[in-house]
């Protein structure tokens, strides 16, 4: 980087700064006045931003995702969502000024593909108006994750976003546990979740929501070296285990123990899985006797009502397998199908199934996009033949709490949720960071392998030189 050039990013941050200070401080007297507690908590960070602007930008958003459901600051507008904004922005001022944009990578072609033909089901939508209430967020969230995986961004920077999630997710475990320890439980059953001033997220989403978080603990506990970082990141993974378990969430269970799979496969069962493991069973041993009762009367009920709504939406699926009947529009098209149900479960009902509502949703052209989309992400995560062990488990955190949160998606519909697309952002910035440290790791090893080379051509020159001047010269 030139002289010329590191002054002006210096100018422009430190110009941006000053403009920003005193709106910054009349919102932060503001969120104070009003009590908005986490809006205040967040717009301290906004110094920061000029200072640490990747970390910043993505870090508050990944921070905020538990929270996506009760931090209101103005009518219906979410904290999180103006984070996202936030981020987008900050990482596209980020890549301009800093000169750090790249080429993103494939799976990001076939996220634009998905987008773009989730905008054109418009057209032949069953209900059209479903489709032009969905699309803002849509754009808004696929947006941020291009604008992230579109900058290059050095293992330091991910390595304190992957903190700040991991916070966000320990402090939205203390508040919920800390509640439902003190009576206050879900509105429609004794369960944990998330509250905020008479708001409150659905347990499922929420658990789903902190999948990621407690992936990135329990790597960042298997990888730490200090005994200091070990000892606060298998805290905090308990107490994010505690709170999945107190959601009482099904999937939620199910989508840890994939979880602790694929940490197996990638340590191939060595002695850190069984960390994973106790804590899991920690976390059993303390929750209520009615999350034992969910897990018996699961089969009976069909998953409070699931398998039967799954069997209406195949046979929606049959007439919409093509096109489908326009992206948001599963409720509408399944209260024509819904008597195909075994037993009765109402007309305007969600699909509780991502890959079952995008299937009817947009058709076998969606369903190949996702594929596509998902299928290249991990053919890049598959470890290469990387001599580093470090290096090569690099991405190992952000792959196992992205499978998480796509095996909770048998039994959700997060298309929407930021928790999802932060699981996409992250598993994507840490197979780039791994391929940065590996392009490093080379080309401190290219001029070893080129003086090898030097020293090897110039004794094969005195050799001959020796050949040519001996007994055997003519």
Known sequence: MSLRRTISVS???????????FPTAAFLGWAIAHEFWLVAAAVLFVPFFFVWPVEIALGMFAFLVPFEAVAMFSGSATLPFLAGAIAGAGLLAVGFIDHRFEKPPRAAIWWTLFVALAV????????????????????GLFLVYLAAVSIRISPKELSWVTTLAIAGGVLASIMSASAFYQGQTFTRA??????????ESDPNYYAAALLLPLALAVGDFLSAKGVFRRVAMAAGAGVITIAILLTMSR????????????????????????????????GLAIVPDLFFSRLGEAAESGGAGRLDIWIAGLNALKHYAFFGGGFN???????????????????????????????VELGI????????????????AWPPKIKEQAIKLMAVPAEAGCCAVLAASFFLNPIMRKSLWLALIM????????????????????PEDDVRATLADEEGRVTRAALAVGPFSK
């Open 11 to 21: 100018v422009v941050w430190r110009g941006a700064a000053l403009l920003m200070l």
């Open 120 to 139: 054109a089901s418009y057209l032949w939508a069953y209900n059209p108006p479903s489709v032009y209430g969905a699309l803002p967020t849509l754009l």
């Open 190 to 199: 004794a369960r944990s979740t998330i509250m905020q001033d008479g708001r």
């Open 251 to 282: 999937g939620a269970l199910l989508a840890v123990i994939v979880m602790i799979i694929v940490y197996s496969i990638r340590y191939r069962l060595t002695w850190k899985i069984v960390a994973p493991i106790a804590i899991l069973a920690g």
């Open 329 to 359: 529009n599963f409720p509408s098209v399944y209260a024509m199908f819904s008597g195909y149900a075994p037993t009765f479960r109402g007309y305007d009902r969600d699909a509780h199934n991502m890959y079952l509502a995008l299937a």
């Open 365 to 380: 052209p969606g369903l190949v996009c996702l594929g596509m989309a998902l299928y290249t992400q991990f053919r890049e």
């Open 427 to 446: 598993f994507a910035l840490s197979i780039k960071a791994r391929q940065s440290q590996e392009a490093k790791l080379k080309d401190r090893e290219e």
